[in-house]
């Protein structure tokens, strides 16, 4: 299984109304080093219908301002869809949305 596959697989798995950090995928895939790789995956998403790379943000909550499918405001819509409350400054918050892995 290739890199991009192992980050796509655990992308999968974030369940609707809650985000995961590029880090955090970067661990569950295999590698806690993989951060910017898992942002390389999510901008070449060959599914983004079943691969929901609009639930990755940063480490800090925040959206990506170059979200390869309709930029941040496109992202935004779609966590809000879920049922993320997405702040003004276009972060969301961690403690409450943060999905726990498992």
Same mark, same amino acid.
Request: glycine fraction near 10%; include cysteine.
């Given at each position: 299984?290739?890199?991009?596959?192992?980050?796509?697989?655990?992308?999968?798995?974030?369940?609707? =109304?809650?985000? *995961?950090t590029?880090?955090?995928?970067?661990?569950?895939?295999?590698?806690?080093?993989?951060? !910017? %790789?898992v &942002?390389?995956?999510?901008?070449?998403?060959?599914?983004?219908?079943?691969?929901?790379?609009?639930?990755?943000?940063?480490?800090? =909550?925040g959206? *990506?301002?170059?979200?390869?499918?309709?930029?941040?405001?496109?992202?935004?819509?779609?966590? !809000? %869809?879920? &049922?993320?409350?997405?702040?003004?400054?276009n972060?969301?918050?961690?403690?409450?949305?943060?999905?726990?892995?498992?």
């Open positions: 299984m290739s890199v991009f596959e192992k980050i796509y697989e655990q992308v999968r798995k974030i369940p609707r =109304g809650k985000v *995961a590029y880090g955090q995928i970067a661990m569950l895939a295999g590698n806690p080093r993989w951060a !910017r %790789a &942002g390389y995956a999510l901008h070449s998403n060959p599914d983004p219908d079943g691969i929901p790379c609009y639930r990755v943000v940063n480490r800090f =909550g959206l *990506a301002p170059a979200f390869a499918f309709g930029g941040e405001e496109r992202q935004a819509e779609l966590l !809000r %869809a879920d &049922g993320v409350e997405v702040r003004a400054d972060t969301v918050d961690l403690e409450k949305y943060l999905w726990n892995g498992l």
